[in-house]
């Protein structure tokens, strides 16, 4: 199959504003797929509500656009209920870790076999560029003129600590890692965690006077590095690129199945 052929044509053109990052999340995820020769049958695609959440409407998989926040929770139900299926859930930094910060770690703990790709972009753009539990302390947002007196925490160490097996970051910038870290994650059996820097150029970057999305992106180049490298080293600010964190545990599923056989033998 060619990529075009996931997309659900009458859908476009996106709604997505100039320069949003999630559009280019979305063609690194088509290309992951279309690499791993999957089905269209073999994939449900499960999203919530925010900018990043149109990806479910915009592919021709099976798909669930499911409430604010509760994206996950929808996802575990699907993957319960038939479990062969491959199961990939786009969500935002807001929708994945505010309101739905309660199931992203209890999927995380459990290690259900979900694919979660969150895109980072420090915003909740849909309504109106509120700042997101990710948007960082002193930078300025709709319903922060003055700045923003919360901090902000690490995705992915957040992920790590919670019990997902697959753990990885990269940037809108580093398409080509984007790429093959959705590939990897959707080939691990357990809770994949891809974050992705991506940008906001309408509410983030213009409010915190980044410039377009060209120059979001090149910052994306500059303040990130490969995972281990020597610039690491040299200046611990820059943020890590690449898997972070993978490791093998029983998958929540494949233990339901064990434990359900055991009840049905009686013992």
Not at 148 to 164: E, K, P, V, Y
Request: hydrophobic share 40%; with cysteine.
């Amino acid at each position: 199959m060619a990529v075009k052929d996931y997309i659900r044509e009458r859908f476009f053109p996106h709604i997505w504003c100039q320069g949003c990052g999630h559009g280019i999340v979305m063609n690194a995820m088509l290309r992951a797929i279309d690499s791993l020769a999957m089905s269209k049958n073999e994939i449900v695609m499960v999203s919530g509500i925010g900018c990043s959440s149109r990806i479910s409407g915009y592919l021709d998989f099976h798909t669930l656009h499911t409430l604010h926040g509760r994206a996950l929770a929808f996802a575990t139900g699907v993957k319960m209920s038939l479990p062969a299926l491959n199961i990939i859930v786009p969500m935002g930094d807001g929708d994945a870790l505010a309101i739905g910060g309660n199931h992203f770690i209890h999927a995380a703990r459990r290690n259900i076999d979900l694919t979660a790709i969150v895109m980072n972009n420090r915003i909740y753009g849909m309504t109106g560029g509120q700042f997101s539990p990710l948007s960082g302390f002193g930078t300025k947002e709709t319903t922060a003129p003055y700045g923003n007196i919360d901090h902000t925490f690490d995705i992915s160490a957040l992920s790590i600590a919670a019990g997902a097996t697959f753990v990885a970051r990269t940037t809108a910038y580093h398409v080509q890692q984007l790429t093959e870290l959705i590939k990897s994650g959707i080939l691990h059996e357990g809770f994949s965690v891809i974050e992705v820097m991506s940008q906001c150029p309408t509410y983030f970057g213009r409010k915190n006077k980044l410039g377009g999305a060209v120059e979001m992106l090149r910052q994306f180049k500059e303040i990130t590095t490969p995972k281990g490298s020597k610039a690491k080293q040299a200046n611990p600010e820059l943020i890590e690129r690449g898997i972070l964190h993978q490791t093998e545990q029983p998958e929540y599923c494949n233990s339901y199945e064990q434990m359900t056989a055991l009840a049905q033998k009686g013992k």
